[in-house]
């Protein structure tokens, strides 16, 4: 099946620095990327929707601004924390569909980000 | 109100036994998409069965199949022949809308943990 990675799989980092979090398709081209953040013991909860080469769509409360995405090709897209705070803490998780596919999204492994 | 709903925090299930995970949707879109993915301790997601709006036939792959109760608008999975490795979170999971690019975002439930009692 398709394959999709995350870079780096886990990190820890200061308050107020950032962070970038890497989402690739290795087999495959998605022209869509979804970010998605996972508190401990709760259920996915989409952040936006990445389109190559234009503006992510981000989902109402998410802010723009602190959670920069970037879909540079068509195999990578970049999740940027910045200015990181504790309360940003939590799994992030990318997927991607493959343009030749009818309906399956592909669920990268997940970055565990820690903010101390 | 909840668009999907996972009535069941945790289950316990012996090794070998059937399972049924529950998982109830709210939508009125006349076209969406309904699948289950499986969530390790690892963290990743791992899709297990989707099921169309319009699909007149349940879907099954391998040990998993998905009871779809259309007008009931529930869609339940279940997992023939538990083995210790089913053990994990179990997510349903809902498309809303036709199959379109630009229309793929997926709404999650709350998740069910499963674990299989040897």
């Known amino acids: 099946g398709a394959v999709v990675s995350q870079h780096p799989s886990w990190v820890i980092c200061k308050s107020g620095t950032s962070v970038k979090i890497e989402c690739r398709s290795l087999?495959?081209?998605?022209?869509?990327m979804f970010w998605y953040r996972q508190f401990p013991k709760q259920s996915l909860m989409l952040m936006a929707t990445?389109?190559?080469?234009?503006?992510?769509?981000?989902e109402q409360g998410v802010e723009k601004d602190k959670f920069l995405i970037n879909h540079a090709s068509l195999t990578l897209s970049t999740l940027t924390v910045t200015s990181a705070h504790p309360e940003d803490s939590s799994f992030y998780i990318c997927?991607?569909?493959?343009?030749?596919?009818?309906?399956?999204?592909?669920f990268g492994p997940g970055t565990r980000l820690t903010v101390t | 109100a909840q668009k999907i709903t996972q009535t069941q925090p945790g289950m316990f299930v012996q090794e070998k036994e059937a399972v049924t995970l529950d998982c109830t949707y709210d939508?009125?879109?006349?076209?969406?998409?309904l699948f289950w993915y499986k969530q390790p301790s690892s963290g990743e997601m791992i899709f297990l069965i989707y099921?169309?709006?319009?699909?007149?036939q349940n879907a099954t792959e391998g040990r998993y199949s998905l009871n779809f109760q259309k007008a009931r608008k529930s869609a339940n999975l279940v997992i023939s022949a538990s083995q210790l490795g089913d053990s994990a979170m179990y997510f349903c999971?809902?498309?809303?809308?036709?199959?379109?690019?630009?229309?793929?975002?997926?709404?999650f439930g709350t998740g069910t943990r499963l674990t299989i009692i040897p």
């Open positions: 999971a809902m498309r809303e809308g036709a199959l379109d690019f630009g229309n793929e975002k997926l709404t």
């Open positions: 990445s389109n190559e080469g234009s503006k992510a769509t981000y």
């Open positions: 099921q169309g709006s319009y699909d007149q």
């Open positions: 997927s991607a569909r493959d343009l030749l596919t009818v309906y399956e999204q592909y």
């Open positions: 939508t009125s879109d006349p076209s969406y998409g």
């Open positions: 087999d495959f081209q998605a022209t869509t």
